[in-house]
């Protein structure tokens, strides 16, 4: 039997969703696409048909992790926005 102190703690993601708004200009969707603003002049464009399942999202987030530009708030938003396009609910522990 796991140890209570063993498990993991709940995430807590109200920062990141209350502040969805600020991010959004560095994180949207757009022309079927999620887009990021990577400079004033850059954007970098995942198109949502290959971010529909856990998997293909995930497959994602690791190849954005080596990107220089890549902050934790983009991944988050890039999440919660491929889950809600696609309708993939997130369980919240």
Sequence with gaps: MT???DRPKPIDMSHWLEDM???AENC???DG????????????EIPLADCDTYSRIIAWQL??????WIT???LVSFT???CDYHHLPISYL
Excluded: C, G, P, W
């Design 63 to 68: 190849h954005l992790m080596e990107k220089n």
């Design 33 to 44: 696409a999620v887009v990021f603003k990577v400079t004033e002049t850059h954007t970098y």
């Design 3 to 5: 140890a209570e102190s």
């Design 72 to 74: 934790t708030d983009l």
């Design 21 to 23: 708004e600020k991010r």
């Design 80 to 82: 919660l926005h491929a």
């Design 28 to 30: 949207r969707i757009q």
